[in-house]
């Protein structure tokens, strides 16, 4: 009975800490709707892109929600983006969120204020992208989620989710108007604790995306071993551009990059949560990955009607 209490203590730290900070537990209260948009814009002069064939000839607008790990990938994503494609970029991510949170019509039972829900900010920024990274928060964290819970009911929780998939897509593209935006759902690297919800939790990203005409981008393959996509790894073999750039190449004499710290399995900041989200700030190939793939898929997709 003791070590079942230990691994059952254990797991609960690692999940509170997957989509949230482990400091600010389920009692903390969502920012008030009174409060000022969080959302950040970044409207620097284009640059120059770095030479390379995804430079695209439509200088795109990018939206990025989500919860932590959109949190902590915010600030690097938008580097990508500004330095490949000239972009310009908005981001609005919150710890802890699942889909529900984002949508409009949730009220007081949402960790997103009004201002900052997916269609508010569509209509405030007129993206061309909109970028969602969801980890898919299974627990009784988010209120908009009623309480479904993947480890109450797996079946309620799918279906849950797939709707409020659909749902954001349609709050998302009335936002739009005649200018619809694109959404690029990101599938998520594998998880170590529950790899068969995040497997599935992907697929319904891609049957959204097929249904809507939307994307995917499979950015947690670059956080996966070669030919083993749902392996849950600490660390990979460092890459031809972490090689170049050795601040990313965490252990040279291994030939090995860190993704992951001892003690967190499910993010990719290679510095400590904190009670108060916040951007990663550190580099960290894992980000650092996930951001490049990202942009490499806006830049294909840039100017196409």
């Avoid at 059952?8 to 000022?36: H, I, K, Q």
């Avoid at 083993?228 to 990313?248: K, S």
């Avoid at 001892?262 to 510095?271: P, R």
Wanted: hydrophobic share 35%; glycine share 8%.
């Amino acid at each position: 009975m003791r070590g079942a209490w230990i691994v059952g203590v254990l797991l609960t730290g690692l999940l509170l800490g997957a989509c949230t900070d482990p400091a600010s537990g389920p009692e903390v209260p969502p920012p008030s709707p009174d409060l000022p948009s969080t959302a950040t814009e970044h409207r620097r002069p284009a640059v120059t892109p770095r030479p390379t064939s995804r430079a695209p000839a439509h200088t795109p607008t990018v939206l990025y929600l989500g919860d932590s790990l959109a949190m902590e990938n915010q600030r690097v994503l938008g580097q990508e983006l500004r330095r490949d494609l000239g972009a310009r970029y908005t981001s609005a991510p919150y710890s802890g969120t699942t889909l529900c949170d984002y949508l409009e019509g949730t009220g007081a039972r949402s960790l997103v204020p009004d201002r900052d829900k997916a269609a508010a900010l569509v209509r405030a920024s007129h993206p061309d992208f909109v970028v969602l990274q969801f980890w898919g928060n299974a627990w009784g964290y988010t209120w908009c989620m009623d309480g479904i819970t993947y480890a109450d009911s797996r079946t309620a929780y799918f279906a849950r989710y797939a709707a409020d998939a659909e749902r954001l897509t349609k709050q998302i593209a009335a936002a739009g108007g005649a200018k619809r935006p694109r959404i690029v759902w990101v599938s998520q690297g594998p998880d170590p604790l529950t790899p068969d919800r995040v497997r599935r939790v992907n697929t319904l990203y891609e049957h959204q995306a097929a249904a809507s005409g939307d994307l995917v981008v499979d950015a947690g393959r670059a956080v996966s071993p070669a030919g083993a996509r749902q392996t849950w790894v600490q660390y990979l073999p460092c890459t031809e551009y972490e090689h170049d750039h050795p601040d990313y190449c965490t252990q040279p004499d291994r030939d090995r990059t860190a993704l992951h710290l001892d003690k967190d399995y499910l993010h990719f900041c290679l510095a400590p949560t904190t009670s108060t989200p916040r951007p990663c700030p550190v580099r960290s190939p894992g980000i650092l990955r996930i951001a490049r793939e990202i942009t490499r898929a806006i830049g294909e997709r840039a100017g196409e009607p």
